[in-house]
């Protein structure tokens, strides 16, 4: 059996998905055969939740419809923001969303319904509730109150407007429209299979995106960017780079936003953030982070072979627009419930119990001996 084992399941197919498509040879991803590289210049988030949910592009009338839905669901249960503001202010946001996520469920009229009608439902409240949950404690944590969302904004500028309580620029809805269909799925990345494992029991739709916030959570899925922010503040200067991360090299640290375990090229993604975070960083007069991250993936390029993913430049286009780097990963989540919530109906459309094995390797002949005997 030994030789079966793929530690952290490297490169085991488990089922096949009509879902996401990356060639990381070529460095492509696809949502439903549609390239990334075309979503982001002629579509927005909102058409590729539809895309991702229904499996095909919407006509204008049910692109309209789906809008309207996703508008219309945003706000919270009062009782839901009574259950934020009795949070420790020093909850982490990641924490709060996994929290809200779950508690939603108790609020939810299909909470008990998992048909496949109900499930879209819900997916459309959560997909609608989760940025108001998010900027709702960004306020609450500051000793503010929310900021109402306002049904005329899209979802990326809703978002935005509810976080500082100011409509964004037309660059900033832009920037953060096309980080959202950037980052709205990625085949069985860590937080989806969690999603599917759970939704395989014929759990529902809450049930599968606490499981998947949760396994969002952890450094070494949803939380990059943030730390390549860290690096950021530290070499504080464009000037500084090239020494910084030539030091860093020698020293055999890890850059954060370099390298992937699917592509062997540069990430498709980060291209479309690094120049959304260039454009964002000349117009409020701040082009150091571009600066230095351009310098950084210069010299990690050139030396170790390695490429720029996600993770390089989001966390400056979301720091540029004043956005506090612990809501990073909850920014991450608000993005891949379309694709969570795309999984889960697909999970129980072709569903089988996913429960694998472990070889055991602990004793076999142990003999139990009473405890006052121990
Ligand atoms: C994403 C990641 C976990 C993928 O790792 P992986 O497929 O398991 O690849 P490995 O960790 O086995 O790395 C392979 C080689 O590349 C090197 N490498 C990979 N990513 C590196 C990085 N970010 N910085 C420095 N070296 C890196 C490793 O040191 C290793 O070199 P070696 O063969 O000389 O030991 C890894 O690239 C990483 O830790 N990146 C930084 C964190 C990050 O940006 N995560 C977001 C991913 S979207």
Redesign the pocket.
Same mark, same amino acid.
């Given at each position: 059996m030994t030789d079966l084992i793929k530690a952290g399941l490297e490169d085991v197919v488990i089922s096949t998905s009509e879902i996401c498509f990356i060639d990381g040879q070529q460095g492509r991803l696809l949502y439903r055969g549609y390239d990334i590289d075309d979503l982001v210049v002629h579509s927005t988030f909102e058409e590729v939740v539809y895309l991702l949910w229904y499996g095909a592009l919407p006509t204008r009338k049910e692109l309209d419809a789906h809008v309207k839905a996703l508008a219309a669901s945003r706000r919270l249960p009062a009782r839901l923001i009574g259950i934020l503001k009795n949070l420790p202010r020093k909850t982490v946001p990641m924490e709060v969303l996994r929290t809200g996520v779950s508690a939603l469920s108790a609020f939810d009229p299909d909470e008990r319904d998992n048909s496949r009608e109900a499930t879209l439902r819900k997916a459309i409240r959560l997909a609608a509730q989760m940025p108001t949950l998010v900027a709702a404690w960004e306020r609450i944590r500051r000793g503010k109150e929310p900021v109402a969302p306002n049904p005329r904004l899209g979802l990326a500028a809703n978002f935005l407007y509810m976080l500082s309580g100011r409509k964004p620029t037309e660059l900033e809805a832009k920037t953060f429209d096309v980080a959202l269909i950037l980052h709205a799925d990625h085949e069985y990345n860590a937080s989806t299979f969690a999603a599917r494992v759970t939704a395989a029991t014929l759990s529902d739709l809450h049930s599968a995106v606490t499981s998947a916030i949760g396994a969002l959570k952890g450094p070494?899925h949803g939380g990059?960017n943030e730390q390549v922010m860290l690096m950021v503040d530290q070499i504080k200067e464009p000037a500084r780079a090239e020494t910084w991360i030539r030091k860093a090299l020698a020293d055999k640290?890890?850059?954060?936003?370099?390298?992937?375990?699917v592509y062997r090229v540069e *990430?498709p993604r980060a291209k479309h953030l690094r120049r959304l975070a260039a454009e964002l960083g000349r117009q409020a007069g701040n082009t150091a982070y571009v600066g230095i991250l351009d310098t950084v993936a210069r010299v990690v390029t050139a030396e170790?072979h390695?490429y720029p993913?996600? *993770?390089l430049y989001s966390g400056a286009a979301y720091a540029i627009m004043g956005i506090p780097a612990d809501q990073f990963t909850p920014i991450f989540a608000l993005s891949r419930i379309a694709g969570w919530a795309a999984h889960v109906l697909e999970q129980h459309a072709h569903n089988r119990l996913i429960r694998p094995r472990a070889e055991y390797t602990g004793p076999t002949q142990a003999t139990y001996v009473p405890i006052s005997q121990r």
């Open positions: 070494l990059a640290a890890r850059i954060m936003g370099f390298g992937h375990r *990430d170790k390695i993913n996600v *993770d």
